[in-house]
């Protein structure tokens, strides 16, 4: 599985970004997909997964400005990030949770470069 992620950019504080992550490969069963995004120095973090079956988890950091959606038949993932602020500058990457014979393995894609000017 390969997994490909776009949509990053430069944007202004207060504005709007939508990542999108495609999934390719031997794709037979994905499970979760989210994305984490990791700043200079800083760990990597959640900042929203989506289930195979819908359910949503977010990050207290970017509840209620991110919403992450999923097309199961595209095998993509979506982010729409709004009202956007200096502290979401971050690589963004799209994970995925691919089963194997021997039990989910998670699946990383490239990041994506996401710059948010004061």
């Known amino acids: 599985v390969q997994l490909q992620a776009s949509g990053g950019g430069l944007v202004q504080a207060g504005g709007s970004l939508r990542l999108s992550c495609a999934a390719s490969?031997?794709?037979?069963?994905?499970?979760?997909m989210g994305w984490y995004r990791q700043a200079p120095g800083k760990q990597r973090e959640l900042v929203a997964v989506i289930t195979s079956g819908g359910t949503t988890t977010y990050a207290d950091s970017v509840k209620g400005r991110v919403n992450i959606t999923r097309d199961n038949a595209e095998d993509t993932v979506y982010l729409q990030m709004n009202s956007l602020k200096p502290e979401d500058t971050a690589v963004y990457y799209c994970?995925?949770?691919?089963?194997?014979?021997?039990?989910?393995?998670?699946?990383w894609g490239q990041g994506t470069q996401v710059t948010v000017s004061s």
């Open positions: 490969g031997s794709i037979f069963s994905l499970g979760a």
């Open positions: 994970k995925a949770d691919k089963l194997t014979h021997t039990g989910w393995v998670p699946v």
